[in-house]
C-alpha cells in the first residue's frame, strides 16, 4: 500500500500523522512513482490518494504498468475511504474499484452516472467555486446547466473535496424527480427522512419507557411530532412546512427531543448537553432536477396552493441556511433566472456556478483519458468529429463513444488485446445510429421540456430561423407568442440553443439530427407549413404561367403567309405580321403550278417606306415550282401598316399588310430572354419549399449530414 501525501512525525501516531497541505505535489509525480516500483508481477497495489484526481499521466501508468507487467493499480481517494468506513461497505467498495478500473467493459457508458473522484475529468474550476460556496455556508447555489453537462458528478466531486476533519458535514442528496406528483410536502417528507437516517446513526438510542414519535401528554390534539430519530416522518401541514426545515438543521451528536408541531410556540423538549470538543455541524442539501420546484414557487404556477406550499419550503431553506451556516445546492437545467425570482422573507443570495460546454482540448482530455482503459484510440480528426457532433455536452459525447465501442465489439474481427483506431467515419456511422435510435434522447432530454419549448425546439431544430420574430411567426397557431418568446430564453438559458452563423440552432448538432429523424412536427405547425408550401408553389407556378402567356401572346414573333390561285397555279407571300422602324426581314414568295412555265414575279411597296421599293424574279419553264426571297428594310412612314404587292407577269396578285411595332426593342430582348427565365419563378418555389427534404436526403444519402463526408479510415488493425 502506498500512501502519496506528506507524512509528518507524531509520537501519537504510530504510523504517522498523514498531512494533506501538499498533496498536489504529491499527487503529480504519481505517475513516475508507479514506474520505479519494483514489485513482482500480478502484484495488487493500492495506491491512497489525498487529492480527489489522479496527476498527470498517471492513467497511462497505470494502464502501461496492467498491460506491460501485469500489475493492478488502485488508486483510492481517502475521502472516498473515509465515506466508505462511515457506511460500513469498504469491502465493496475496494472489489467495486478494482473492477471498474481493469475489468471495465465500457468506460464511456452512460446507464449511471460516474461519481469516483479519481476518474471524474474536467470543470475544475466550477469544483472549486462550488466547494467554496459549500465551505463559506449560509447560501443557496445554483448549479444550472443543460441535460448530461455533469451536473451531478461535479457536486460529487465537491463532496470529495470538502475537508470534514474540522467540520461535521453531512451531504444529503434528494432527487426531486421522485417526489409523488411534485408536492413541496412529499418533498421535504422524503428530505426529513434522508436527513434523520443519515443522524439516527450518530445518537442515543431512544428511551425505552417512550417512543420518540409518540407525543407527550400534555401536547395538543392532532400534534405532528418530528424528531431527529424518526424513521418514518409524516408530511408536515403547509403552516409547519418552515418550521420542519428549520429542524433538518439539528445537529446530529446532541439528540434533540420530539419538536411539537400544532402545539403554542413549537414546544421542545431541552437537548442534552455534550461533553468535550464538538465539531461545527454543517448540513448540505443538495436538491437535484428541482426545476419543477422552482417553477412551482414562481407566479407561473396556477394553483394558488401548491404555490404557497411551494414558497414556503424556499423561506424556510433559506432560513436554515441562513441561521446555521448549511447549504441548500440546487441542481437545475432552466435556473432561477426562467422564472420571477422566489419572494423570500429573508432575503438570501443565491450563488450560480454555471455549467459550460467542454471546450475541443477538454473533449479530446475525456475521450483519450477514459479510452485508455480499453485501448480507445481516436484520430486528431476523429476527436475533432467527436467534439463538434456533441457540441461539448458529455452526456452526447460518452454516448458517441460508448456506441463506437458497442459497435467495435460486435464485429467478428474484434480484439478485446487490440487497441481501437477510431476514425472519422466511424463517428459519422455513430451519430447514424444514435440518431436513429429513439432512446437516445427521449427520456434525458425531452422529458425536461414542456410543450411549448419542445415546439420551439423542434422548429428550430428543422427550420434554423434568422430571427425570434420568425420564430413567433410560424409557430402562431401553435401556442401565444408571449409563451413562444418565454420558451426560447428558457432554451438559451439551457444551453440547447444557440444564435451562430446568423440563424438559431440546437447547441448539440447530435440532439438536432435525432430531432429532425424521430419528432413529428405538430398539427397546427404542420398545417402551417403545408399552406406556407402551397402558397410558395402557387405563386411560382402563377407567375411561370404570366410569364410564359405574355411570351406566348405577345413577345414571340409570328408570320403569316396568304394564298391566292391564278389559273393552275397558286401563290403564297409569307411575311412577319410586325416589324419595327429600321429592322430588316425577309419576305418569300412561293409558286406552286401544275404545268411548268414561265413567269416572272415582281414585289412591291405600296404607299409604304420599304427599301428596295421593288424586286423581281424570273421562274424558270422548266419548273413547276419557284420560290423568291426578298430581303426589306422598314423605313419611317406615318402609315402604322407596312403594305406590299405581289405581281406575276406583271399583274397584280395579292397584297400582304405587314404591323408597324412600335415596340420592337423591347420585344426582340424579351423574346429572347423570357423563354428562359419563365420557368425559374417555379424551379425557385420547388427549391424554397422542397430545399430542406432535399438536403436531408442528400446528407443521409452520402452520410455527413451537413457537413462533408469524412475521408476514409483504415480499418482497425491494420
Known amino acids: 500500500m502506498l500512501f502519496l501525501s506528506a507524512v509528518e512525525p507524531d509520537a501519537a501516531a504510530p504510523f504517522g500523522q498523514i498531512g494533506t497541505q501538499l498533496f498536489r505535489a504529491q499527487v503529480d509525480p ?116 443543460p441535460p448530461g453537462s455533469g451536473k451531478t458528478s461535479m457536486v460529487a466531486m465537491a463532496e470529495y473535496g470538502c475537508d470534514i476533519s474540522n467540520v461535521a458535514r453531512q451531504f444529503v442528496r434528494n432527487p426531486c424527480g421522485d417526489a409523488a406528483n411534485h408536492d ?58 418552515r418550521k420542519t426545515v428549520m429542524m433538518l438543521g439539528v445537529r446530529p451528536s446532541s439528540p434533540v427531543e420530539p419538536t411539537i408541531i400544532g402545539a403554542p410556540g413549537g414546544a421542545t423538549r431541552p437537548a442534552r448537553r455534550e461533553t468535550g470538543l464538538a465539531r461545527r455541524h454543517q448540513l448540505v442539501l443538495v436538491l437535484e432536477d428541482a426545476d419543477w420546484l422552482i417553477r412551482m414557487g414562481s407566479s407561473a404556477e396556477p394553483d394558488e396552493t401548491r404555490r404557497a406550499a411551494a414558497r414556503e419550503l424556499w423561506r424556510g431553506l433559506a432560513e436554515l441556511c441562513d441561521s446555521g451556516k448549511h447549504t441548500v445546492i440546487v441542481t437545475s437545467i432552466r435556473d432561477f433566472q426562467v422564472m420571477e425570482q422566489v419572494p423570500l422573507e429573508r432575503p438570501v443570495s443565491v450563488s450560480r456556478v454555471p455549467m459550460r460546454a467542454l471546450t475541443r482540448r477538454e473533449s479530446a482530455q475525456l475521450v483519450r483519458s477514459l479510452g485508455e482503459l480499453v485501448g480507445f484510440q481516436p484520430t486528431h480528426r476523429a476527436l475533432d468529429w467527436l467534439h463538434r457532433a456533441s457540441g461539448g455536452n458529455v452526456y452526447a459525447l460518452r454516448l458517441l463513444c460508448s456506441d463506437i465501442i458497442r459497435a467495435a465489439r460486435e464485429r467478428p474481427d ?28 427521449r427520456t434525458h432530454v425531452s422529458l425536461w421540456l414542456d410543450p411549448v419549448e419542445g415546439i420551439v425546439l423542434q422548429h428550430i431544430a428543422r427550420q434554423r430561423p434568422r430571427s425570434p420574430r420568425r420564430i413567433r411567426r410560424a409557430l ?90 391564278i389559273g393552275d397555279c397558286t401563290y403564297e407571300v409569307d411575311h412577319p ?34 427599301s428596295p421599293p421593288t424586286a423581281s424574279a424570273e421562274c424558270a419553264a422548266s419548273s413547276s415550282a419557284c420560290m423568291m426571297t426578298v430581303k426589306l428594310i422598314a423605313g419611317t412612314q406615318a402609315h402604322e401598316l407596312y403594305q406590299v404587292r405581289l405581281r406575276v407577269d406583271h399583274q397584280p396578285v395579292m397584297t400582304a399588310a405587314i404591323e408597324k411595332d412600335r415596340f420592337a426593342t423591347l420585344r426582340a430582348i424579351g423574346e429572347r430572354s423570357v423563354p428562359a427565365i419563365s420557368f425559374i419563378p417555379a424551379i425557385l418555389a420547388l427549391v424554397l419549399s422542397f430545399h430542406k427534404e432535399a438536403r436531408r436526403y442528400v446528407g443521409q444519402l452520402l452520410g455527413g449530414g451537413d457537413e462533408p463526408p469524412p475521408p476514409g479510415e483504415p480499418p482497425p488493425g491494420t
Open 30 to 145: 504519481f505517475a513516475q512513482q508507479l514506474a520505479e516500483l519494483a514489485v513482482p508481477a500480478g502484484s495488487v497495489l493500492i495506491t491512497v490518494l489525498a487529492a480527489p484526481q489522479l496527476g498527470q499521466g498517471a492513467r497511462e501508468t497505470i494502464f502501461a504498468l496492467r498491460r506491460e507487467r501485469n500489475l493492478f493499480v488502485v488508486p483510492i481517494a481517502a475521502a472516498e475511504i473515509r465515506r466508505a468506513c462511515e457506511a460500513g461497505n469498504a469491502r465493496e467498495v475496494v472489489i467495486s474499484r478494482i473492477a471498474d478500473l481493469h475489468t471495465i467493459s465500457d468506460p464511456f457508458a452512460v446507464a449511471a452516472p460516474s461519481v469516483d473522484p479519481t476518474c471524474w475529468i474536467g470543470f475544475a474550476a466550477e469544483v472549486a467555486d462550488l466547494v467554496k460556496h459549500i465551505v463559506d455556508g449560509g447560501k443557496i447555489v445554483s448549479v444550472a446547466g
Open 184 to 241: 413541496p410536502a412529499r418533498l421535504l417528507e422524503d428530505m426529513a427522512g434522508r436527513v434523520q437516517r443519515l443522524q439516527s446513526e450518530g445518537t442515543d438510542p431512544p428511551r425505552p419507557e417512550r417512543s420518540a414519535a409518540d407525543p407527550p401528554p400534555d401536547a395538543p390534539p392532532n400534534a405532528v411530532v418530528v424528531a431527529a430519530a424518526a424513521t418514518t416522518p409524516v408530511a408536515p401541514a403547509l403552516p409547519n412546512l
Open 577 to 610: 405580321d410586325r416589324v419595327g422602324l429600321d429592322e430588316s426581314f425577309e419576305l418569300r414568295v412561293t409558286q406552286e403550278c401544275a404545268t411548268a412555265a414561265p413567269h416572272a414575279l415582281t414585289v412591291e411597296a405600296v404607299f409604304s417606306a420599304l
Open 476 to 565: 402562431r397557431g401553435s401556442a401565444a407568442p408571449v409563451q413562444i418568446g418565454k420558451a426560447l430564453d428558457a432554451l438559451e438559458l439551457m444551453s440547447l440553443v444557440e444564435h451562430r452563423r446568423g440563424r438559431h440552432r440546437v447547441r448539440i448538432p447530435l440532439f438536432e439530427r435525432w430531432i429532425n429523424t424521430h419528432l413529428d412536427d405538430p398539427d397546427g405547425v404542420a398545417t402551417a407549413a403545408k399552406q406556407r408550401r402551397l402558397s410558395r408553389l402557387a405563386l411560382g407556378f402563377t407567375c411561370t404561367a404570366v410569364l410564359f402567356g405574355g411570351y406566348w401572346t405577345w413577345l414571340r414573333s409570328t408570320r403569316s403567309a396568304p394564298t391566292h390561285t
Open 414 to 441: 474484434y480484439s478485446p488485446l487490440a487497441r481501437l483506431a477510431v476514425g472519422p467515419r466511424m463517428v459519422g456511422a455513430a451519430v447514424d445510429r444514435i440518431a436513429a435510435t429513439g432512446s437516445s434522447f
